[in-house]
């Protein structure tokens, strides 16, 4: 009962299945497609929207010190300037001269670091199969040459790598890459070009003008409208700190390397939250949501083994502390959500650049001061791929067959039930209308008549309906139905006017 084949094999096979069942498509496919830019179909829009109503409630429903933004895209470009992100918003990049490859510079560091941390995580297996019980980990780790070797090198590249980017000293970044003889995985060649810095961030012309003034930069984060509305919404709403605002929205970054899907692309959608407080409280609050939101997750009943904390050492240049929920994706451990504590970097930035006063007056104090900042960002477009990724499975049955089944957490689940005639005669098609109808204004519900029964409860484990419940003859007599439930694929009869008891647990946020 489980998934076969390498990650890299099954994460094929999670994207055709995508595409397949209408889930994410290639945006402007017909034209060879639009690389880094994605749609999401018919099935993907409802998991999406099930993902943002999700984090909406557990943010602004349920927490009253906490409101909703819906802010612009565009922004005044000073917004920019004031941010950081005219100047420090850059990756450093660097060319192979051979394949003509673009890469991210301290990616193919970073790629090396793990590379070399794999090896002593093999030696270090290889020892404890070697020793058995007897195996002293943190012994072995302090006394093999190897692992010391190693260790010794993780530790000093990541040094320099740390100082070269906070430094922006980008030809150390470079020596790096071409002392540790790190080559283009294409061309296999360490021919390299200067490593230079790219900013991310896109621009347009804002009307029609035509001096020059009117270039606007499409958000990177939504966090800025946020920042720029803080004393509107105080004011309007009449917050106290400590108080939140919560934004859903497109964000846009011109990444140098966008792969993986979804994971990295060039338009994708943020859900932040930034949480003002008495600045001095900050890391405490930081702790605080790092668990919120680490509850959050887990209450999805995916699998804490899913599912890693780091802590940043390299910061932004807006943080002064930094968490990252690290998600196990196929493709391994990867930043799902940022956690981080901005310090009143936006705020007194925007205050100086504005003019416009941007600060609390605290009526227990008696004074007005910047609060700080907590924030919690998490790419909705990256949960969306950790939840597909988690949830699809293939299975093998005890008839010999296969099924191919997302097990999306129920709540999540673009349809909550398929209501299946057993067949287009006897009235059976009417009696399964009559229960849609009865059932459609609080659940996502699907009616299907074609094909045998089999094939439809197929085709539902594919796309994660989590019941189908199916109208037979029986059903014309004593009013039951059969309830299918797609984990376990047990089947209970029960009576019409009960089927909302037995599906509404597993399907309501709470
Ligand atoms: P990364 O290190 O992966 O580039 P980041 O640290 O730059 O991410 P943040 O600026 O902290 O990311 O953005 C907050 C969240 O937005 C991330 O945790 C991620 O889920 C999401 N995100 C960032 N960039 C992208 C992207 N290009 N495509 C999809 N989601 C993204």
Known sequence: MSNKGSSEDIFKKIIAHAKEYGFIFQSSEIYDGLSAAYDYGQFGVELKNNIKEYWWRSMVQYNEEIVGLDSAIFMHPRTWKASGHLEAFNDPMIDNKDSKKRYRADDLIEDYLEKLQGKVRKEVDKAARRFKGSFDEQHFMETNP??????????SITQRLKQALENEQLDEVRNIIVEENICCPVSGSCNWTDARQFNLMFSTEFGATADGDNKVYLRPETAQGIFVNYLNVQKSGRMKLPFGIAQIGKAFRNEIVARQF???MREFEQMEMQYFVQPGTELEWLEYWKNQRIKWHQALGIGQEHYRIHEHDKLAHYANAAYDIEFKFPFGFKELEGIHSRTDFDLSAHQQHSGKKLQYYDPDKKESYVPYVVETSIGLDRMFL????ASFKEEKLEDGSQRT??????MLAPYKLAVLPLTK???LPQKAKDIINNLKYRYMCHYEEKDSIGKRYRRHDAIGTPYCITIDHQTLDDHTVTIRERDTMEQVRVKTDEIEEVIKKRLTFH
Do not use: C, M
């Open 425 to 427: 005669k006897d009235g």
């Open 146 to 155: 190897r692992v010391i070797r190693n260790q010794e090198k993780i530790s």
């Open 405 to 410: 089944v997302l097990k999306i957490p129920p």
């Open 386 to 389: 950790a939840i597909l990724t």
């Open 262 to 264: 979804i994971f990295r």
